[in-house]
């Protein structure tokens, strides 16, 4: 038997990365249902399987966040994965910038909970993980202003989410990874001057002297949307490959 045996699971930003092997290991764990979304419809294409249902939807969006949550009806899980990252320092980032990382990596957050939390908790409970990042209130690098403070305050949400809904059966919990093989990563990786030695850069600031693989932190997040978690709530889990020690 799975470790989400019998569950439904809602993945945002399901289409590729750790939201693709997410929604993967989610249905190889037992999830009874799967919902996979996106805002990019041909990237939901990937799935073909009875217990993966794919959504198109802006995760920004209010309105077609609570358009999703009346069909989605039953959660036990919510992984909310999507996010952007942005790049400048203080000086360098726009305003745009600045509401387009906050809007993508915790408005949506705080839309997805807040509609599909009544559910939870009309139910049996149920898990929050929510994608944040070492590069946040766990450590900073450069060039990453925008990014870094929506990721620290991803993890602020987590945790008020968590000690809000404690005694009522519902948990949540942040993962925060350091740099991970995903598309998105190889296309900003890629879009410079000289490719190799941005990657080369990369892997050197790990000091495992690799990238880690969405599969690696699809792993963590079943645990966490799993039973064998249920005594986790508030907290928040670096998987970093070293990168903040």
Not at 37 to 61: C, K
Not at 68 to 88: P, Q
Not at 102 to 123: C, F, Q, W
Request: net charge negative; glycine share 12%.
């Amino acid at each position: 038997m799975g470790r989400l045996e019998g569950k439904t699971a809602v993945v945002t930003g399901a289409g590729q990365g750790i939201g693709a092997a997410t929604t993967e290991a989610f249905v190889r764990e037992g999830a009874a249902v799967v919902w996979a979304l996106d805002r990019a419809g041909e990237r939901l294409a990937r799935f073909d399987h009875p217990r993966i249902r794919t959504h198109v939807v802006d995760v920004t969006d209010g309105a077609a966040v609570e358009a999703f949550a009346r069909e989605a009806d039953r959660v036990d899980v919510l992984f909310n994965c999507a996010g952007i990252v942005t790049h400048g320092n203080v000086l360098d980032c726009s305003l745009d910038e600045w509401h387009q990382a906050l809007d993508v990596n915790v408005t949506s957050m705080y839309l997805m909970i807040r509609s599909l939390l009544p559910e939870m908790l009309a139910g049996d409970g149920g898990s929050i993980v929510n994608m944040a990042s070492v590069v946040s209130s766990e450590a900073g690098v450069p060039n990453r202003v925008a990014y870094g403070t929506s990721k620290a305050a991803v993890i602020g949400l987590t945790k008020s989410v968590a000690a809000d809904f404690v005694g009522r059966g519902v948990r949540c919990n942040a993962v925060a990874p350091g740099t991970v093989d995903t598309p998105s990563f190889r296309e900003r990786a890629s879009g410079g001057p000289e490719p190799e030695a941005t990657l080369a850069a990369f892997i050197e600031r790990q000091p495992m002297g690799r990238l880690g693989g969405p599969d690696e932190i699809a792993a963590l997040v079943v645990y966490l949307a799993s039973d064998e978690s249920a005594f986790t709530t508030g907290s928040v889990f670096v998987t970093d490959g070293g990168m903040s020690l």
